[in-house]
């Protein structure tokens, strides 16, 4: 399994990004995906996820609202819409699978290779 984000960037507070992340090597039926993140000095948390049909759907607290995670259907890639950014959403954000198909919290053996975020003004 490959996993590639993409959309990573600087944004003043109060801005929107959009992050995007493709799958290949999985099943044609299709795989559970989310995103992850890690700020410096700090441990790699849990954003979001989404099952391989699109619902259901999970957030941490302190995105929720804000940072809504989609999977058009029929296909492998996923976003995470951000927006109402904030300092505090400045981190590295990974895109994460277990290549099976319920979503979850917990983290998968398939990584992409991050995307930095920073939000500043």
């Known amino acids: 399994v490959q996993v590639v984000e993409s959309g990573g960037g600087l944004v003043q507070p109060g801005g929107s990004l959009r992050l995007s992340c493709a799958a290949s090597?999985?099943?044609?039926?299709?795989?559970?995906m989310g995103w992850f993140r890690q700020a410096p000095g700090k441990e790699r948390e849990f954003v979001a996820s989404?099952?391989?049909?699109?619902?259901?759907?999970y957030y941490a607290d302190s995105v929720k609202g804000r940072f809504p995670i989609s999977k058009p259907s029929g296909g492998n890639t996923i976003y995470l819409q951000m927006s109402s950014l904030k300092p505090e959403d400045t981190a590295v954000y990974y895109c994460?699978?277990?290549?099976?198909?319920?979503?979850?919290?917990?983290?998968?053996?398939?990584w992409g290779q991050g995307t930095q975020v920073t939000v500043s003004s």
């Open positions: 994460n699978t277990d290549g099976g198909p319920i979503a979850s919290t917990k983290e998968g053996i398939y």
């Open positions: 090597g999985v099943t044609p039926s299709g795989h559970a």
């Open positions: 989404i099952n391989w049909d699109g619902s259901p759907t």
